[in-house]
């Protein structure tokens, strides 16, 4: 008979089980199936301040226990690291105990000043700093403990899979690199950071004797770099033990990622002759790179701008690119951060994601970053959640007719440049992050772009004359989401016409968004059948291409082409300004897609209101007006030629027009909404107070409202074909049966109830439920014989649905009648006539 084992023998044992065991094995709630397929924490080697394992290990934990709350909500995680400046893969020679470059520096350490050093006015730009004063010294076989140790704490923290990866950077930034600056100069190009300052991805190298991991002989004469950094990723990525590989600051996209010129556009003119060369040159280089490295995920960040305009600009393909299925597609750029550009980080985002090699695209937040003294959520945010809300709010339709949602979270970065972790910032960021995704979009928004990706692929080749429109498009988009449209639902031109055939309804409650098709295209026909089938629409851009069909749709003829400045007359409600906005406009042909050719055919219409008309001497052009037809089931069309308002200075972007001087032109994206019966108007102080951004979403059959205010001052005033929409929470003074808010810096509210109701204060609150069976309870008081709409959850009838007038708890008495709304408008619950207090349930 064995002997009983003493408890106090059994202790280690159970001690060890339990520091083993995963914090959470399985998550005992998930984001309404909303999770992500993997979260990506990127750090730099900095956190690591002593190279010793068992401080490594405990720094490594401390990375998974700080944002656990969020990494409960993957099913995988990652950690990306940034090892250095990616010279860590060139200088790879395949011997472990070969000494590490990594990026131990704040500021740039590869300019002419060395580290530490130079006149104290130099800026971080200038030269750079050790972000210790005596920091480790690391080499390849202790970056393959980190590797190894990261995933080995993180599952243990996590109780998922735990993928790492390296990351490779073209420019001067994070850590000091011999092979381009001194060894291979002849791999620079781009001029982002200064001139020749980043390496080419389509450059060949010089001949070098020097042993590789790769190249034990040297690299021969002329090697594509694609041969060399593909080659050389193979044997790091694979020794190290990492996971996948991101390229980063527009690696792979061209030469200039950051600016709105590049190898086809220098800001006078495009060079057509060289667009297939340089196509050539990018696909070329990710041929040359997967030859070498066909297995590994390669991440992208991308460039700042949009697909149009990279390819018109930069000859970037990015339909060429997504032909590799085993590249995640560039995020949103994290440069609103520093330039409040929202505008084009909303429309780079949605471009890029219109098409997909698979299901999979990625939402990037920026939390630290590792080497210019900044914490974005700390400072340049202000710990304003406005970066997370308004590009979280955006999604993508497929060809399926599915919501498509970020499938990958990653965060730049967990650590600051001192390599500090506070716990601060995951703290803060997780709930704003987790929020978004439970409001997360379900189904398409009031407006939806059908983004023109084939298209401009095929026309920036086969045509001769059409990179400025291609230039063009996605710039007045960006320019009108920057003054307050509401755009933040895509969709390709040919998952459009799928989801027509297959669900004609599908886009019965939102107004679409799109180009003048090709003469004779499958989406000419597309657009004509879904107006006449009652659907609504604005088209943009020039009709220089169009077919006689479209052209009687939308009663457009062209002319003779005008630019410079104009005298702009206008028949709209715009926004309420103390001092009015200027009636100049200017039309630039060279950055608005050509000039200005457009004008309604037949002036004797009566189905046609001209809107917006300019006029420069004795000629005018019609550059906004409606159509509608008895015929059309309900079916409007709009037209607006559009003017980017945006010139070229010399800068990394286009610089508006200023607003105090000439009008922004597309301000009229905005105003023409209310042709659809949706008002946002701005009351501000005058043209030069910057207008907000703002986003409508749908999510579980609410209407989910974001934005953000650069300046607080502001008033917005909304009113929809429901009514004025009251967000959660708040009360508003109503004006004209416009709801009117001034908001703060970042916001975002629900709105489930819109009221038809003239004027006075009404406030929308969420009550308990207090009652079996019964999950939500709205009260909106102050209504004075008003009509109140009423949006409940997804899959609620009448039978689940209570209203109650001037009532109270345990609801006995005040029910009332409710019906079903107009189907056109939603799905929806009307009650007419209430005065006072209503309170609704389900």
């Given at each position: 008979m064995m ?28 984001l309404r ?8 924490l990127e750090?730099?080697?900095?956190p690591?301040k ?9 720094v490594?934990?401390?990375m998974?226990?700080?944002?656990h709350s ?7 995680v ?9 010279s ?13 470059e990594?990026a ?9 000043h060395?580290?530490?050093s130079?006149?104290?006015e130099l ?6 700093y050790l ?9 390849y ?18 109780g998922?899979?735990?993928r ?10 994070f ?7 001194k060894?291979h100069?002849?791999?620079?190009g781009?001029?982002?950071m200064?001139h020749n300052?980043?390496?080419?991805c389509y ?11 790769g190249?034990?002989?040297g ?6 770099f ?11 990525l ?5 996971d996948f590989?991101w390229l ?9 990622g950051?600016?709105?010129?590049g190898a086809?556009?220098d ?6 002759a ?5 196509k050539?040159k990018?696909?070329?280089?990710w041929?040359?790179f997967r030859?070498e ?11 700042n701008l ?21 590249i995640?597609?560039?995020?949103n750029?994290p ?6 550009d929202?505008g084009?980080?909303m ?13 999979r695209y ?5 939390t630290?970053d590792?080497?210019?003294l ?12 406005h ?19 970020p499938?990958h979270?990653s965060?730049l970065s967990?650590d ?5 972790m ?5 703290d803060e ?5 987790l ?10 928004g009031p407006?939806v772009w ?7 692929h095929?026309?920036?080749?086969r045509?001769k004359?059409?990179?400025?429109e291609?230039?063009y ?12 449209f509401?755009?933040?639902t895509v969709?390709s031109?040919g998952?459009?016409q799928?989801?027509?055939k ?6 019965r409650?939102?107004v679409?968004?799109t ?5 004779g295209?499958?989406?000419e026909?597309a657009?004509i059948?879904?107006v ?28 003779k082409p005008?630019?410079?400045d104009?005298?702009l007359?206008s028949n709209y ?11 100049i ?11 200005v050719a ?13 809107l917006?008309?300019?006029t420069?001497?004795?000629?005018s ?12 089931n309900g079916g409007?069309?709009?037209y607006i030629r ?5 010139t070229?200075?010399g800068?990394k972007?286009?610089?508006p027009d200023?607003?105090s001087q000439l009008?922004?032109?597309?301000l009229l ?7 659809f019966g ?5 009351q501000?102080e ?5 207008n ?9 059959n609410?209407?989910m409202?974001s ?13 929809f ?12 003074k ?7 808010y001034?908001l ?11 009221v038809?109701q003239?004027d006075g204060?009404v406030s929308?609150?969420?009550l308990?439920?207090?009652?079996k069976g ?12 008003g009509t109140?709409?009423i949006y ?8 689940k649905f209570?209203a109650?007038?001037?009532?109270g708890?345990p ?10 709304g ?11 006539n209430i005065?006072?207090t209503l309170?609704?349930s389900w």
């Amino acid at each position: 008979m064995m002997k009983p084992i003493p408890f106090s023998n059994l202790l280690p044992g159970l001690f060890f089980l339990l520091i083993s065991m995963p914090v959470f094995a399985q998550p005992l709630s998930t984001l309404r199936g909303k999770n992500f397929n993997n979260i990506n924490l990127e750090v730099s080697l900095k956190p690591f301040k002593k190279n010793d394992k068992a401080y490594i290990r405990e720094v490594a934990k401390e990375m998974f226990v700080q944002w656990h709350s969020l990494l409960r909500h993957a099913d995988t995680v990652s950690v990306m690291l940034w090892t250095g400046d990616g010279s860590e893969i060139l200088d790879y020679k395949g011997t472990p105990n070969q000494p590490l470059e990594w990026a131990k520096y704040m500021g740039n350490p590869n300019t002419s000043h060395a580290v530490g050093s130079g006149p104290k006015e130099l800026s971080i730009h200038e030269r750079a700093y050790l972000y210790l004063e005596n920091p480790p010294n690391f080499t390849y076989n202790d970056l393959k403990f980190i590797v190894r140790t990261l995933k080995e704490e993180g599952v243990k923290v996590t109780g998922k899979p735990v993928r790492v990866g390296e990351t490779f950077d073209p420019g001067p930034e994070f850590a000091k690199s011999d092979f381009k600056y001194k060894k291979h100069r002849e791999i620079l190009g781009g001029s982002a950071m200064g001139h020749n300052t980043m390496v080419s991805c389509y450059s060949v190298l010089n001949a070098d004797s020097e042993s590789y991991a790769g190249f034990p002989k040297g690299i021969p004469a002329n090697t594509p770099f694609g041969t060399f950094l593909g080659r050389q990723s193979r044997h790091f990525l694979k020794d190290m033990g990492f996971d996948f590989l991101w390229l980063s600051n527009g690696f792979g996209y061209g030469v200039e990622g950051w600016s709105s010129t590049g190898a086809i556009f220098d800001g006078k003119g495009f060079d057509q002759a060289k667009l297939a060369a340089t196509k050539s040159k990018i696909s070329d280089f990710w041929k040359y790179f997967r030859t070498e490295c066909p297995d590994i995920q390669i991440q992208t960040r991308g460039t700042n701008l949009s697909a149009g305009t990279d390819l018109a600009r930069d000859g970037v393909d990015l339909k060429s690119i997504y032909k590799d299925k085993n590249i995640l597609p560039p995020p949103n750029s994290p440069w609103a951060a520093l330039d409040g550009d929202f505008g084009l980080e909303m429309v780079g985002y949605m471009s890029r994601m219109a098409e997909l090699p698979d299901e999979r695209y990625l939402f990037r937040y920026y939390t630290h970053d590792p080497w210019w003294l900044n914490s974005p959520w700390l400072d340049r945010y202000g710990r304003e959640p406005h970066d997370i809300y308004l590009p979280m709010s955006v999604s993508r339709i497929n060809k399926k007719g599915e919501i498509k949602l970020p499938s990958h979270l990653s965060l730049l970065s967990i650590d600051d440049s001192y390599g500090n972790m506070p716990t601060q910032v995951p703290d803060e960021v997780t709930p704003n992050i987790l929020k978004s995704r439970y409001d997360a979009p379900t189904a398409p928004g009031p407006l939806v772009w059908v983004y023109p990706f084939d298209e401009y692929h095929d026309w920036a080749y086969r045509y001769k004359d059409r990179l400025p429109e291609i230039y063009y498009g996605d710039w007045l988009i960006r320019q009108a989401i920057n003054n307050g449209f509401p755009l933040n639902t895509v969709i390709s031109t040919g998952s459009f016409q799928d989801v027509l055939k297959d669900k004609p309804a599908f886009f019965r409650e939102s107004v679409l968004v799109t180009i003048v098709p090709e003469a004779g295209s499958s989406l000419e026909k597309a657009l004509i059948q879904f107006v006449k089938n009652g659907g609504k629409i604005i088209i943009y851009g020039p009709a220089d291409h169009a077919g006689k069909d479209f052209l009687d749709m939308l009663n457009l003829k062209n002319v003779k082409p005008l630019e410079g400045d104009f005298k702009l007359y206008s028949n709209y409600a715009g926004d309420i300004l103390q001092s009015r906005y200027p009636d100049i406009i200017r039309h630039s042909a060279l950055f608005s897609g050509g000039g200005v050719a457009t004008r309604v055919n037949n002036t004797q219409d009566q189905s046609t209101t001209i809107l917006a008309r300019m006029t420069q001497s004795e000629e005018s052009r019609d550059v906004l007006w409606t159509r509608e037809l008895p015929e059309w089931n309900g079916g409007k069309v709009v037209y607006i030629r559009g003017t980017n308002s945006s010139t070229f200075n010399g800068g990394k972007l286009l610089h508006p027009d200023d607003p105090s001087q000439l009008f922004t032109g597309p301000l009229l994206m905005r105003y023409v909404l209310s042709e659809f019966g949706i008002n946002c108007v701005i009351q501000k102080e005058d043209p030069s107070v910057k207008n907000p951004v703002l986003t409508v979403s749908r999510s579980n059959n609410a209407f989910m409202f974001s934005g953000y205010n650069p300046n607080s001052t502001i008033t917005s005033r909304f009113k929809f074909p429901q009514g004025a929409p009251l967000l959660l929470g708040l009360e508003t003074k109503l004006d004209k049966g416009n709801s009117v808010y001034t908001l703060p810096t970042s916001w975002s509210r629900e709105c489930r109830i819109f009221v038809e109701q003239n004027d006075g204060i009404v406030s929308y609150k969420e009550l308990h439920s207090g009652e079996k069976g019964i999950d939500k309870r709205f009260q909106v008081s102050g209504l004075k014989n008003g009509t109140v709409r009423i949006y409940a959850a997804e899959g609620i009838t009448e039978d689940k649905f209570n209203a109650y007038v001037n009532a109270g708890y345990p609801w006995k008495t005040g029910r009332v009648t409710v019906r079903k709304g107009d189907e056109k408008l939603g799905n929806h619950f009307v009650v007419e006539n209430i005065t006072g207090t209503l309170v609704v349930s389900w």
